[in-house]
């Protein structure tokens, strides 16, 4: 078992930045790629970007040259530094791990930018 705690959320102005933590308990030395997801309301949630546990990372294009994700394998935590925030990427956002058959998703956290 895997269990994700997402932090770091808030309200902040367009152009703004903040930083999301995820961290892992449990088996985490199981855990392979992790990634972030958001949810914007109305709509359904969707890939944000993911790095897997030898730090290859992808990212979806709208957020490519702003978001950087990283992660520390031996504490088992991840990171998305958000930098140059838009209204638009308002919404939960949500920390995923995925393990061989199965995977995790934190709570959420909610990140709202302001025009």
């Known amino acids: 078992q895997v269990q994700l705690v997402e932090s770091g959320g808030g309200l902040v102005q367009s152009g703004g930045s903040l930083r999301l933590s995820c961290t892992a308990s449990?088996?985490?030395?199981?855990?392979?790629?992790m990634g972030w997801y958001r949810q914007a309301p109305g709509k359904q949630r969707e890939f944000v970007a993911e790095?897997?546990?030898?730090?290859?990372?992808n990212y979806a294009e709208s957020v490519k040259g702003r978001f950087t994700i990283s992660r520390d394998n031996d504490k088992g935590t991840m990171a998305l530094q958000m930098n140059s925030l838009k209204p638009e990427d308002t919404g939960v956002y949500y920390c995923?791990?995925?393990?061989?058959?199965?995977?995790?998703w934190g709570q959420g956290t909610q990140v709202t930018v302001s025009p």
């Open positions: 449990g088996n985490i030395f199981s855990i392979g790629a």
């Open positions: 995923n791990a995925r393990r061989i058959l199965a995977e995790s």
């Open positions: 790095i897997t546990n030898s730090g290859s990372t």
